[in-house]
């Protein structure tokens, strides 16, 4: 069994940055693949960024390549997302999630663990 718990979401304005973590129990972390999803109300669940079990390859969505950095340091179970160049648009929850797989699916089924999620606002 694997807990996340997430952390570091806030109210920012537009073009500012912030940097999400996700911290992990469970000792077989380091072998799963990792992803943030997010959700704005009134939209389905979307991929965001995932990083493969080593940290070897990374993946982004369309509407966050170039500004958003997923990272993993499994020596302390945690995964982040740091966002840069803000958008209004970028405002949602925020939910990191784990699959037993090693690579990672932008498939939200694909993952068989998720946090409660963190709250990111982006004022214009």
């Known amino acids: 069994q694997v807990q996340l718990v997430e952390s570091g979401g806030g109210l920012v304005q537009a073009g500012g940055s912030l940097r999400l973590s996700c911290a992990a129990s469970g000792r077989a972390f380091s072998s799963y693949a990792l992803a943030w999803f997010r959700q704005a109300p009134g939209t389905e669940r979307e991929f965001v960024a995932g990083?493969?079990?080593?940290?070897?390859?990374?993946y982004y969505g369309d509407s966050v390549k170039g500004r958003f950095t997923i990272s993993r340091d499994n020596g302390k179970n945690t995964v982040y997302l740091q966002m840069n160049s803000l958008k209004p648009e970028d405002t949602a929850v925020y939910y990191c999630?784990?699959?037993?797989?090693?690579?990672?699916?932008?498939?939200?089924?694909?993952?068989?663990?998720w946090g409660r999620g963190t709250q990111v606002t982006v004022s214009s």
């Open positions: 999630a784990a699959t037993q797989r090693p690579f990672v699916s932008r498939e939200r089924y694909e993952y068989d663990y």
């Open positions: 990083i493969n079990w080593n940290g070897g390859s990374t």
